[in-house]
């Protein structure tokens, strides 16, 4: 079993920007690999990015490619994700998951090959 907890959601400003944590625990954290994804209100959640178990591979979903960076810190098992130029389209509830894999590279984009789910954190910007 893994627990995911995340923070770092709030308001903000069109063009401002946000950093989200995902604190993992019960299980050993690099045998995941780990992403992000969002539901806006209205709409089926969707992928943003994932990272592999290492940190070294990562995915991202078009509409987030250069304003957000996922990244990993394996030693206090987190994962964050560092997002830039916010803007009202990217309102929404962010959910961290976790998907057990011994796969080097791995870095899942589809909501069934995760594992594990955060309770989510509400991301609001204001146009």
């Known amino acids: 079993q893994v627990q995911l907890v995340e923070s770092g959601g709030g308001l903000v400003q069109a063009g401002g920007s946000l950093f989200l944590s995902c604190a993992a625990s019960?299980?050993?954290?690099?045998?995941?690999?780990m992403g992000w994804f969002r539901q806006a209100p209205g709409k089926e959640r969707e992928f943003v990015t994932s990272?592999?178990?290492?940190?070294?591979?990562?995915r991202y979903t078009d509409s987030v490619k250069g304003r957000f960076t996922i990244s990993r810190d394996n030693a206090k098992s987190t994962v964050f994700l560092e997002m830039n130029s916010l803007n009202p389209e990217d309102t929404a509830v962010y959910y961290c998951?976790?998907?057990?894999?011994?796969?080097?590279?791995?870095?899942?984009?589809?909501?069934?090959?995760?594992?594990?789910w955060g309770q989510g954190t509400q991301v609001t910007v204001s146009s």
């Open positions: 998951a976790a998907a057990r894999s011994d796969l080097r590279y791995f870095t899942p984009t589809t909501q069934s090959e995760y594992d594990y």
């Open positions: 019960g299980s050993t954290f690099v045998n995941y690999a």
């Open positions: 990272i592999n178990w290492s940190g070294g591979r990562t």
